[in-house]
């Protein structure tokens, strides 16, 4: 079984240099201390912050600074741009009317990254 994901959750992008952390808004039901989340949390820069700096040669920031560094990869600010919702999550157990994230999910970013779920942020919340 997996565990249900709240707010405060650390996340890690693969083309991410440091982890960025889940921010879930108090309208989801809190089974936990904190807010709950459930697959439709996939905002950038509301639910998904920055990792750091980006190397995904995909994003156009990145592929031109290397451009302009004659080749040589340069990382250049992570802006998540996830459209997509979080996948599979657990259809079983709906939070919101939207299925509830579990900590086995990923999120797809446009620039390539898939970014995972290090850290649930809690540990007494189990789900399928």
Same mark, same amino acid.
Do not use: R, Y
């Given at each position: 079984?997996?565990?249900?994901?709240?707010?405060?959750?650390?996340?890690?992008?693969?083309?991410?240099?440091?982890?960025?952390?889940?921010?879930?808004?108090?309208?989801?039901?809190?089974?936990?201390?904190?807010?709950?989340?459930?697959?439709?949390?996939?905002?950038?820069?509301?639910? @998904?912050?920055?990792?750091?700096?980006?190397?995904?040669?995909?994003?156009?920031?990145?592929?031109?600074?290397?451009?302009?560094?004659?080749?040589?990869?340069?990382?250049?600010?992570?802006?998540?741009?996830?459209?997509?919702?979080?996948?599979?999550?657990?259809?079983?157990?709906?939070?919101?009317?939207?299925?509830?994230?579990?900590?086995?999910?990923?999120?797809?970013?446009?620039?390539?990254?898939? @970014?995972? @779920?290090?850290?649930?942020?809690?540990?007494?919340?189990? @789900?399928?």
């Amino acid at each position: 079984m997996g565990q249900q994901t709240c707010m405060g959750a650390m996340l890690k992008c693969s083309f991410g240099v440091a982890p960025g952390t889940l921010m879930v808004l108090p309208a989801n039901a809190v089974l936990t201390a904190v807010p709950d989340a459930n697959i439709m949390d996939n905002k950038p820069m509301v639910n @998904i912050l920055p990792f750091g700096m980006c190397q995904s040669m995909a994003n156009p920031m990145v592929a031109a600074a290397t451009a302009a560094a004659l080749g040589v990869l340069t990382p250049m600010p992570c802006i998540p741009a996830t459209v997509a919702p979080w996948v599979p999550g657990s259809p079983t157990v709906l939070i919101g009317n939207m299925p509830a994230l579990n900590n086995s999910s990923k999120l797809m970013c446009m620039w390539g990254g898939v @970014i995972a @779920i290090n850290a649930p942020g809690q540990t007494t919340v189990s @789900i399928p």
